[in-house]
């Protein structure tokens, strides 16, 4: 017994420091990249994982602000809490290491796995695979700090008791099951649809074989408990409690009666809703999001824009989650081969399923299915081994083809992996010059200030500035886009009031639902107070004065760079009727670093031509006469200038190039008066509504003066 535990704990340390010595690779190849870096230390890679450090960083300073949406509750910024208090290493590296290491976890559980099924080898095998596969990668390697450090080694903990529980069907693995969903919840709090789907699947199988075992209902009932919708501290209470009464036998007889109690109370603290919420997210999508309230407005749903949302090729789910898709097809007859042998391998069908979802519902779900897919693969390498072996009649020889075929299996199944590894050099979120320059703005703002800028950029702008925002990376519903959107994509004089309206209406939202008033979404609300039925009517009058709210904070807008590359995005959440849901206009702005002079014109690409002696654009088979030409550029000293040509006074297109960036905008005249294009690419700024404040190539900072 001691020999076997000795070599799980062996084996789980050689396949962990595999794990985390692949990662370093990416440390490798940027060690002396000093854009990855501030003050000396990478930056993270996830837009996401700044909201968990805000959390983190609130914690260590034990500074909080009323409404600032820092997660100071969630498990990400405890756990980082402790671990800065704990470890001699700062706060940057270890949220930076982070991940890496909890990453790597997931190599136990799949070794305790095997082992319980006395097939060692194939856990090993799995654990490698697992650990570098390309989506498990992606979410765990070095910099990803986010809640996939532990998303998927939860549930594969959770398989690996509820494996135990019915081979042995001891009570320990009852705790265990309970404690691990507790965890697991805490944790990932969008954990619901797995946990119901393990329940589903063991209520099931309990119905259908094991009627009269009560052991099962046992399982379920305390599963039931753990999954409730109460606060953690209460479900781990309860959670104890009914173990410690199953652990007594005279209770045995009143088993169904707390299976009855635990399903009352499941539904009762709404344990079903988050699963009926997500699934309706991510499957039952819809383009347009409606709001209720008196006023009925019409949003475009971010899902549509969400490539972790959006269905992707088998190719590209296959390779995502074995590396390739010959090993992905190997793998599902490995498990099939698994499951003949050990039918409790069953068990694993939630986490298969939940990845196969990734077909229609979004490449994020693939993860889920990398370690049963590992161990298929692993298993089916492992039995064709035995096949090789008993063909041999000569056993030495037989042993040389054995151990040579499991050799050349596993670095083939690993290499397709290894190889995306060394080619996935993702940059970090920002880069040393953005950084610096929102480090410097954090002296000049009071946390009760706002940075209006796109959602994307929320979470760090946060972070580094230590500001609030409007929208960010988990508050971007359509209705809450709108009038970001629209603030980006109008004219200043529009943008400027909408932005002290909704900066305003925001914090009062706060106060309201704090008191459990009802709140509507703001441009509804906007809309009634200044006397309009029709919200569209409301928006008009935004470019005209209006009385607005008293000044309570200061406002800015931060204009980047790589916001260019979206912009079309950005501008098609506010491209619409907000009454009825239709599109009511299609803005044209086209970027290209693709073109080509070729003398009497200027080729961009897709069709699109510039006849310079008559400045005219082709497109396609139209013909658009060119309004402005506009060239930007800096002189060496780092002073912004540009040049305007007017060619036509009807145009209806304008041509700008971007001297510093060698960058090219085609853009209409709804785009050329938008507020980023003015404010970030021509430095034309209304000084009745804005005053600059650092105005750098990456990126550019305005105040609101109103």
Not at 162 to 185: C, D, G, H, S, W
Not at 513 to 531: F, K
Not at 577 to 603: H, I, N
Request: glycine share 6%; charged share 15%.
């Amino acid at each position: 017994m001691s020999h076997s535990i000795n070599r799980v704990v062996l084996l789980s340390l050689l396949a962990f420091l595999f794990s985390f010595a692949v990662r370093l690779i990416w440390v490798y190849q940027f060690a002396d990249y000093e854009a990855f870096q501030f003050g000396g230390q990478f930056m993270i890679n996830t837009n996401d994982g700044y909201f968990w450090a805000e959390g983190a960083r609130d914690l260590l300073s034990g500074i909080f602000q009323k409404y600032d949406l820092s997660p100071i509750d969630s498990a990400p910024a405890w756990l980082t809490y402790v671990a800065v208090k704990l470890l001699p290493f700062s706060f940057e590296s270890i949220i930076f290491y982070m991940p890496a290491f909890l990453g790597s976890l997931i190599v136990i559980p799949l070794i305790l796995i095997a082992h319980n099924l006395k097939m060692i080898e194939v856990g090993f095998l799995a654990a490698l695979l697992a650990s570098i596969a390309v989506s498990y990668y992606n979410r765990t390697m070095v910099g990803y700090y986010d809640t996939d450090m532990l998303t998927i080694v939860f549930p594969t903990f959770l398989l690996w008791s509820l494996i135990l529980a019915f081979r042995t069907q001891e009570e320990k693995y009852l705790l265990i099951t309970a404690l691990e969903i507790i965890a697991y919840r805490w944790w990932y709090p969008q954990s619901y649809s797995l946990e119901f789907a393990f329940f589903g699947l063991i209520l099931l199988y309990t119905l259908l074989f094991q009627r009269k075992n009560l052991f099962y209902y046992q399982l379920l009932s305390i599963m039931l408990f753990a999954m409730m919708g109460l606060d953690t501290l209460i479900r781990l209470l309860i959670v104890i409690g009914v173990y410690g009464i199953f652990r007594q036998e005279k209770w045995q007889k009143y088993i169904y009666i707390f299976l009855g109690v635990a399903t009352v109370l499941f539904f009762v603290s709404g344990g079903f809703e988050p699963i009926w919420l997500q699934l309706k997210g991510y499957v039952f999508k819809e383009a347009i999001e409606a709001s209720e309230g008196k006023l009925a407005l019409h949003f475009f749903s971010v899902l549509q824009t969400v490539r972790e949302a959006g269905q992707i090729p088998f190719s590209v789910f296959a390779e995502r989650i074995s590396g390739h898709t010959l090993t992905f097809l190997l793998s599902l007859i490995g498990y099939a081969l698994l499951l003949k042998r050990y039918p409790v391998m069953f068990l694993a069908l939630p986490l298969l399923g939940l990845g196969g979802l990734a077909l229609w519902g979004g490449l994020r779900f693939t993860i889920y299915a990398v370690p049963v897919c590992a161990l298929g693969i692993s298993y089916f390498i492992f039995t064709c081994n035995g096949w090789i072996l008993s063909s041999f009649r000569n056993e030495r020889l037989g042993n040389f083809v054995k151990s040579a075929f499991v050799i050349l299996s596993s670095l083939a199944i690993l290499y397709p992996n290894l190889l995306h590894v060394m080619n996935y050099r993702v940059p970090t979120v920002f880069n040393q010059a953005e950084v610096a320059q929102l480090d410097m703005l954090k002296s000049q703002v009071q946390r009760e200030d706002y940075i209006v800028s796109w959602w994307d950029y929320g979470y760090p702008l946060r972070y580094y500035s230590d500001v609030k925002t409007l929208i960010d990376g988990g508050k971007h519903s359509g209705e809450v886009n709108f009038p970001v959107s629209f603030m980006l994509s109008n004219s200043m004089d529009a943008a400027a009031r909408l932005a002290r309206l909704e900066v305003e209406y925001t914090e009062k939202a706060f106060s309201l639902a704090e008191s459990n008033q009802s709140v509507m979404n703001n441009t509804a609300q906007m809309t009634l107070d200044y006397g309009f039925k029709d919200a569209n009517d409301f928006l008009d009058a935004l470019q005209t004065p209006l009385v607005l709210p008293q000044k309570t904070r200061d406002v800015y807008f931060y204009l980047p760079y790589r916001m260019m590359s979206i912009f079309p995005t950005v501008a098609q959440f506010s491209n619409i009727d907000v009454m009825s849901g239709k599109t009511v206009r299609e803005p044209f702005f086209y970027q290209t670093q693709q073109f080509s002079d070729q003398g009497a014109t200027l080729m961009f690409g897709n069709g699109i031509v510039l006849d310079k002696a008559k400045g005219m654009l082709k497109l396609g088979q139209k013909e658009l006469a060119v309004k402005y030409f506009i060239q930007t550029s800096y002189t060496p000293e780092m002073q912004f200038s540009k040049a305007q040509n007017l060619l036509h006074v009807n145009g209806v297109v304008s041509i700008i190039y971007m001297q510093a960036y060698n960058t090219f905008l085609i853009v209409d005249e709804a785009m050329l008066n938008s507020l980023y294009v003015q404010l970030f690419v021509l430095e034309n700024y209304d000084e009745r509504f804005f005053e600059p404040i650092s105005l750098e190539a990456y990126a550019k900072v305005y105040k609101l003066k109103i």
